[in-house]
C-alpha cells in the first residue's frame, strides 16, 4: 500500500514562540481513514492546516502524495491543493443555495456549467441532500451543513480529505449519521484524515486512531 502521508520531526510554533507541533511523525497510507484525537489547543487544526497546505511548514518535513510541500513552486503548490478537500471546524457555506455552493467550486476549478452541475449532483446525492438543492445553504441545520462541505470537499474527487471537528455541535443521532456517511465515502477509496476532540462515537470506523497530546502525535 503506497504512503499519501509522511511527516517527519515535524515543528511548529505560533508567532509568539509558543510550541503548537514537537517532533511529530506520522504516516498515513492510501485508502487508511485515520482520526487524530486531541484536547482543544492541542495543534489539530494546525495539523490539518500544514497537510492541507494552507499553513506554511516551519521544520520538519511534510510529504503529500510524495511530493515535499517545503519545496514546491507556487503552481505546484496550487495544484496540489486541488487534490485535497478541506471540512474546515464551524464550516461556512456561502450565501447560495446548497446546489450552488458545491457548483460554485466545481466551476473555480474550470468545469463548464453543465459539468459543474452534473458533479455537484452526484456529490450531493452521496451525501443524502438532493432533497435540499435549493435551500439557502445559510439556514441549514448543522447535521446538514456538515453533510454540505463533505459535498463540497468530494465533488472535485480529491486524493485526500481531511475533516476538522466534523461531529461538534452534533446531537448522538447526528453524530451517528455522520460516522456512517464518512464510512460510505471512505469505502469508495478516500484517504481521510479526521480530526476531533473526542469523545468519539461509539459508531465511528476508523483504519487507525493516533492522539495528538502537548503538541506529540501518539500511536
Known sequence: MSVMIQLSELHFSSEDGIKVLEDVHLHVDRGELVL?????????????????????PQLGQILVHG?????????KLADLRRQ????????VPLPKTVLENVAFKLRALGDFR????????????????????????RELEPLDRVRLGLAIAICNEPLLLLLDEPFDALSAADQEAICRLLEQIHLLGHTMVVATRGPLPAEVKASRIVHLSDGKVIE
Open 36 to 56: 487524530v484525537i486531541g484536547p482543544a489547543a492541542s495543534g489539530k487544526s494546525i495539523l490539518l492546516g500544514l497537510l492541507g497546505t494552507q499553513v506554511r
Open 67 to 75: 511530493r515535499n510541500i517545503a519545496r514546491l513552486s507556487q503552481a
Open 84 to 91: 485535497i478537500g478541506i471540512v474546515p471546524q464551524n464550516f
Open 114 to 137: 453543465e459539468q459543474a452541475e452534473e458533479k455537484a449532483l452526484a456529490a450531493l446525492e452521496l451525501v443524502d441532500l438532493t432533497s435540499r438543492l435549493t435551500a439557502p445553504a
